[in-house]
């Protein structure tokens, strides 16, 4: 704020620029980010980034009985699912937890300000 009671717009852009390049930092740094889900007792990993997209999926071969494959098919499936769900689990507590300092920031941008709504 200036004296005058006026923000200082020069400043909030500069925030908003430095604010801007933490969020292209951080995003990138979430895109390289590989996070692990397993079910089953570890008898299906899959392998997300931090854009939450499956880049590596392993079964173990104790997962597979080969005299009921209907039925193995079926349970790895499940696995499957439930190995992909926990992994998604553990790629948004991993973006809550790098984000949160960044939302911290966002909300001194137009917190207080006249006409502006906290963010």
Request: proline letters at 6%; glycine letters at 12%; hydrophobic letters at 40%.
């Amino acid at each position: 704020m200036e004296p005058q009671g006026e923000p200082n717009i020069q400043h909030m852009l500069q925030q908003a620029q430095r604010m801007q390049e933490q969020l292209m930092s951080l995003q990138r740094e979430l895109a390289e980010a590989e996070v692990e889900g397993s079910a089953g007792g570890g008898l299906v990993t899959a392998t997300v980034n931090g854009q939450s997209e499956l880049i590596k999926l392993v079964i173990d071969p104790a997962a597979i009985d080969a005299g009921d494959p209907q039925d193995t098919a079926e349970t790895i499936a499940d696995l499957v699912v439930a190995a992909i769900h926990n992994a998604g689990e553990e790629v948004q507590r991993l973006q809550e937890t790098k984000m949160g300092p960044l939302t911290e920031g966002l909300s001194g941008l137009g917190g207080g300000l006249p006409g502006m709504p906290e963010l």
